[in-house]
């Protein structure tokens, strides 16, 4: 068995192992690479990981290999790293979610061969509360990166026409996120309506290039607008994080100019990027994502997406069915005012 690195990472000692391993055979990327380049990137990395619950998406074997995801913190773990106790009614048990909070957290992390990073869109401390409104632009194939730049540019003139910033990424795989930071009181029976409302008022108006609905069937040549990350049980691929993929590619934060200027040339390449990239981007152009954790604003009334197209109304009040009964909602709010 191959002798541990032993390093010094602010002061905690961690044992590093099968550096040399490849995890990423087409490339001859190794996890000696993957975890220098968690370390260069953690500067701008852990504020967006700091006090969430993070699910590791773990590749012992390489990106080509079999994969599990781990909510639950090891067992082996450093008594430093620090855990948030969240109670799962799914699994009728409390799970203690890692908080990479510290660059040593973050290495430790790397050295599981957790290449994906999937952090919570709320902090452990308000759980109930997500700090920001998601959406996920899905490709249905042949569909690519550019359909998805086209439909990212009209979420971000709806929340445009409300007067809120939204900030567009890479998934690192397929497609385009946009995220509208929040950081202001709400809550999810809040927000995955009104994502879903969004969703559905954009199939309205370019029903041959969107969907709102999750069959795969509905996809071809489309691109899924997926409203539903907006919930507490499920999280998205955290910004700078490495994919799983043929090549170490990120999930990127980009400008708006940078999506108008790949759709206007469909250029599918000029939303690509590897972690070398990525690295590059950050020494000269500082984190782009930065705004998304401290920019508050308020999440408008469901209703008032009516107000941005001339048949949405029907749509808005729709959505409104997928919110809890307003006596649930009551019963809830009393809830968490007891926490």
Avoid at 42 to 70: C, N
Avoid at 176 to 196: C, G, I, W
Avoid at 301 to 327: H, K, N, V, Y
Wanted: with cysteine.
């Amino acid at each position: 068995m191959p002798t541990p690195t032993i390093v010094d990472v602010a002061g905690r000692k961690l044992s590093l192992t099968n550096l040399e391993k490849v995890l990423y055979p087409a490339t001859g990327f190794a996890k000696g690479q993957v975890i220098d380049y968690y370390v260069r990137i953690a500067p701008v990395l852990v504020p967006h990981l700091a006090g969430r619950p993070l699910t590791m998406k773990r590749y012992p074997g390489g990106v080509d290999q079999e994969f599990f995801f781990e909510k639950n913190a090891p067992m082996h773990r450093p008594d430093w790293v620090k855990t948030a106790p969240i109670w799962s009614g799914s699994n009728r048990r409390t799970i203690h979610y890692i908080l990479a909070n510290d660059l040593a957290t973050l290495v430790w992390i790397a050295n599981l061969a957790s290449i994906e990073l999937h952090p919570s869109l709320a902090l452990a401390a308000d759980i109930e509360t997500p700090t920001m409104i998601v959406f996920d632009l899905d490709p249905g194939p042949p569909a690519n990166i550019i359909q998805c730049a086209q439909v990212g540019l009209w979420v971000r003139d709806i929340f445009t026409h409300f007067g809120l910033e939204s900030f567009p990424k890479t998934s690192g795989s397929k497609g385009l996120q946009v995220y509208v930071p929040l950081n202001t009181p709400t809550s999810y029976e809040q927000t995955k309506p009104f994502a879903h409302a969004v969703a559905r008022l954009l199939e309205h108006e370019h029903p041959g290039l969107v969907v709102s609905d999750m069959k795969k069937a509905v996809r071809t040549n489309k691109v899924f607008v997926d409203w539903s990350q907006n919930d507490e049980h499920k999280t998205t691929i955290s910004i700078y994080s490495l994919r799983a993929r043929e090549r170490p590619t990120v999930s990127t934060p980009v400008t708006w100019e940078e999506v108008e200027s790949a759709l206007r040339k469909k250029d599918p390449q000029r939303l690509v990027f590897e972690s070398k990239d990525v690295l590059s981007r950050v020494d000269k152009m500082g984190d782009l994502f930065e705004p998304v954790l401290t920019l508050k604003q308020k999440l408008p009334q469901l209703a008032g997406l009516a107000a941005t197209s001339e048949p949405a109304g029907s749509i808005a009040i729709a959505a409104q069915a997928d919110r809890p009964p307003r006596s649930k909602r009551k019963a809830t709010a009393r809830k968490r005012s007891k926490v």
